[in-house]
């Protein structure tokens, strides 16, 4: 196969792909342990298909209330096999992982409670769905109290400060999963079930939430195998594997998704209503691709880590570390350098390969931001995507990848775009 030559074709230069090619043999060993993890959640996925005995007639459309659907139903119980819980709630009318964690806390707390984050700030969106920026609606408005021990400086917990902030107000504990766009660790689902046992022991019925966005199957087990009374996040993120147009899930103990159920449609209608329309297919799909297609944004991820890391730059996490999200971060230090990354990114993809990404400014950020997508489904961060506010210390998020090919061509492009404009020498290349 002429692989130099199909390269050549997508505008990728005979230095940089043999730095590809070098790179990848090198990490061999670490690919393999993502398809053996792939493998595992593979078969986790197959035997609750086949225990639920999912069938054609679940991708049947249903429309006005939804009664008896059975494809949403089934699929339900295949999430709640699937993450080892009790039930499950996975609607297109979750609209985006924001909204499936305000969904969980809004239901599930009431006036006068306490919400608790022991791992410091969380996402962004939430400051507001929280009331830590004042917000319409927000659980402040509701008399629902918050408190939030911050991270020692390892970015682990700080156990006799969270002893101290539990107290007897404190009805739920939302813990993130995934460092989100944050300096701090993303969390292993061992770090994650030390927490909720410590938690548990100081008050046994304290409700303890995961945010597990971009979490899900980066590991052979999720946060709900180690306590979790419920996990949530977003089908444009990893278990909607890149086929889901739309959704959001709650997974967890039945009392807390029955409360979930009430709150997204109506006190007494729950989970008995919600048309699925024409999705059930694609949510099904998606869930079975997911494991691999986590598996090559994670292959996407350690490969991009490693290579700037040994042209130079600042990667978190570093290229030797365990990984328990697919963002990965680097610091390129200029502005050119996180614009020609974005730009190479861009034109590495699918959809909309020919439109070149400039920085400009956005609602919430305090400088110009560039962002490159090129996604089958709008904002979906399973697939290929980078973004870089345009300000010190000029560092780049990207994840997604649906295939190893095509998030490797990302990559690789991303760095021919920093040589072509100066900013990676090539005589760089030949030390990979
Ligand atoms: C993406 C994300 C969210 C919010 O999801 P949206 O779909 O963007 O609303 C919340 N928490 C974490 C850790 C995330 O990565």
Same mark, same amino acid.
């Given at each position: ?11 990728i230069?005979r230095?940089?792909?043999?730095a590809?090619?070098? !790179? ?5 060993p ?26 054609e007639? &679940?991708?049947?459309?249903? @429309?006005g +209330?939804?009664y008896n659907?059975? =494809?949403?139903? #089934?699929?339900?119980?295949? +999430?709640?096999d699937v ?7 996975? %609607?297109?009318?979750? #609209? &985006?992982g ?11 707390? %009431?006036?006068?409670d ?27 408005? +509701?008399?629902i #109290? ?8 390892d970015?682990?917990?700080? +156990? ?10 404190t ?21 994650i ?9 100081i ?11 971009y =979490?899900e199957?980066?590991e ?15 089908l ?10 739309? =959704? ?9 998704i029955e409360? &979930?159920?009430? %709150? ?10 919600g ?13 079975f691709?997911?494991?691999t ?20 730059y ?8 365990? %990984?328990?999200d ?15 990354? &974005?730009?190479?990114v ?8 020919y439109? !070149? ?23 979906? @961060? ?9 300000k ?10 649906? #295939?190893?090919?095509s998030?490797?061509? =990302?990559?690789?492009k991303?760095l021919?775009?920093?040589v072509?404009?100066?900013v ?9």
């Amino acid at each position: 196969m002429e692989f130099e030559k199909i390269y050549e074709t997508l505008g990728i230069s005979r230095e940089v792909y043999e730095a590809g090619r070098r !790179m990848e043999e090198m990490l061999r060993p670490r690919f393999q342990e993502f398809d053996k993890t792939a493998e595992y959640n593979q078969l986790k996925v197959l035997h609750a298909m086949q225990k639920n005995k999912v069938s054609e007639g &679940c991708f049947q459309a249903s @429309s006005g +209330y939804g009664y008896n659907d059975l =494809g949403r139903d #089934t699929l339900e119980n295949v +999430y709640a096999d699937v993450f080892h819980t009790e039930s499950a709630l996975v %609607r297109p009318q979750i #609209t &985006c992982g924001t909204h499936a964690l305000a969904l969980a806390l809004s239901a599930n707390l %009431r006036p006068g409670d306490e919400l608790l984050s022991p791992v410091g700030k969380p996402y962004d969106t939430l400051e507001e769905v929280i009331g830590i920026r004042p917000s319409k609606g927000s659980l402040k408005e +509701y008399g629902i #109290t918050y408190r939030q021990v911050e991270l020692l400086e390892d970015g682990f917990f700080d +156990y006799p400060a969270i002893e101290r902030a539990v107290g007897g107000n404190t009805k739920l504990v939302t813990i993130q999963r995934s460092k989100g766009y944050q300096t701090r660790p993303s969390y292993s689902v061992e770090k994650i079930g030390e927490l909720i046992a410590f938690v548990k022991k100081i008050k046994p019925d304290v409700i303890c939430m995961v945010d597990n966005c971009y =979490g899900e199957f980066v590991e052979p087990v999720e946060p709900s195998d180690v306590g979790a009374d419920m996990v949530v996040g977003s089908l444009i993120k990893n278990p909607g594997g890149g086929l889901a147009p739309i =959704g959001g899930y709650v997974a967890g103990r039945a009392d807390l998704i029955e409360n &979930c159920a009430y %709150r997204l449609t109506s006190p007494g209608l729950g989970k008995e209503v919600g048309a699925s329309l024409g999705v059930m297919q694609s949510f099904y799909q998606g869930f079975f691709l997911a494991p691999t297609v986590t598996a090559s944004a994670l292959k996407g991820a350690v490969f991009a880590a490693n290579l700037y890391e040994r042209l130079g730059y600042a990667v978190v996490p570093n290229g030797q570390e365990s %990984r328990h999200d697919i963002i990965q971060a680097v610091t390129l230090g200029s502005a050119e350098g996180v614009i020609a990354f &974005c730009k190479g990114v861009q034109a590495a993809a699918p959809i909309d390969s020919y439109v !070149m990404p400039e920085p400009w400014a956005m609602p919430g950020y305090d400088s110009d931001v560039i962002m490159a997508a090129g996604a089958f489904v709008q904002g979906s @961060s399973i697939e290929l995507s980078a973004d870089a506010p345009v300000k010190e210390p000029y560092a780049v998020y990207f994840q997604g990848g649906l #295939t190893w090919p095509s998030a490797k061509l =990302g990559i690789l492009k991303s760095l021919q775009y920093l040589v072509d404009a100066g900013v990676v020498s090539k005589g760089k290349l030949g030390k990979i």
